[in-house]
């Protein structure tokens, strides 16, 4: 059972889908504003998002904007819903941050569908993972919390698939999980070739990835992730059939490629800090990156330094 925010000011539509997702056994709050949904998420415990775009007060687009901004929140899953349905409408609305994107009406099974398969890909209520079969996010956040209470000091790195949403579009899901899954191996079989010690590597959901690494080397860990992603990267597109896709890239296509950002920060035991701090800290220097639209390693500079 799951916990779901929708948020849409269309009373039928809400009491609909409200009864369809309590008839799954899922707990559901209905919000008509988006203003309120940041504060909302933050004041329970959500497991999915259901965003209408045409709010009275703001838009949906921006709504998921102010989610993905916000680091105790940017990995959570949303699904938008809007009456426009065109590839550029649709697009538009991934980009800003949305898993995925229903036209209304929606055939509610379908729309049961959606939410089911989002959620299996963002389950925290397993110590594992069923789609990667990593630690799952609720795992990782409690390793986190466990090690920040150490004497040792250690590198959180943050890994997260870009135009993972816009690939699944074109793509479909099979070829999405198999995309996560790939880089969820690539992430262990590189730090273990990277590190002394076996790195902790965590699935937080849909492309977002945390790893728990020795502070030495942890930004050579992000290159070599990336390098290795890069490397295979035109096989991959192959595998699943979208060879001409990568191949049309190559010579200037519009398509964005799947590529890998990475974001590090350090824990020092002699700072007091929260782990809400830490994912924060990852969130701005997310932030950056994305605003630049160049994937690849990012550090945090207060830590780094050094380095």
């Known amino acids: ?41 933050h004041a329970g415990s959500f497991h999915l998002l259901i965003l209408d775009i045409m709010l009275p007060d703001i838009s949906g687009f921006e709504v998921c904007r102010r989610i993905r901004r916000d680091g105790g929140l940017f990995t959570l899953p949303i699904v938008m819903l809007s009456s ?3 590839d550029e409408e649709v697009l538009h609305g991934l980009a800003q941050g949305a898993d995925d994107y229903m036209t209304k009406p929606c055939e509610p099974q379908n729309l049961l569908q959606r939410v089911h398969a989002l959620l299996r890909m963002a389950s925290e209520d397993n110590t594992t993972d069923e789609l990667t079969q990593l630690p799952s996010g609720d795992h990782t956040r409690r390793e986190l919390q466990r090690r920040m209470a150490s004497t040792d000091g250690f590198a959180l790195a943050y890994f997260e698939l870009l135009a993972l949403r816009e690939f699944a579009y074109r793509s479909g899901h099979e ?49 070599k992730l990336r390098a290795a992603w890069l490397n295979h990267l035109e096989a991959f597109y192959q595998s699943v059939g979208e060879g001409d896709a990568f191949t ?22 002699k700072v007091p800090v929260t782990p809400k701090a830490m994912f924060d800290t990852i969130s701005q220097i997310r932030q950056r990156a994305l605003a630049g639209k160049v994937a690849g390693v990012y550090l945090d500079q207060r830590e780094f330094s050094g380095h």
Do not use: W, Y
């Not at 056994?25 to 008509?32: A, D, E, Q, Y």
């Not at 198999?178 to 699935?203: D, M």
């Open 1 to 41: 059972m799951a916990s779901i925010l929708l948020i849409d000011d269309d009373e039928t539509f809400t009491g609909q889908v409200e009864r369809l997702l309590q008839s799954a056994g899922h707990r559901t709050t209905v919000l008509t504003q988006g203003t309120q949904a940041v504060d909302t998420l």
């Open 248 to 269: 049309a890239s190559q010579h200037g296509g519009e398509v964005p490629l799947l590529d890998v950002l990475c974001c590090i920060t350090r824990h020092d035991p």
């Open 84 to 86: 426009m349905s065109s």
């Open 175 to 223: 070829a999405r999980s198999k995309a996560i899954r790939h880089l969820g191996r690539a992430l262990l079989k590189v730090g273990k070739f990277v590190f002394k010690t076996e790195p902790f590597v965590g699935h937080m959901g849909g492309g977002h990835f945390v790893c728990l690494v020795e502070t030495e080397n942890a930004a050579v860990f992000g290159e």
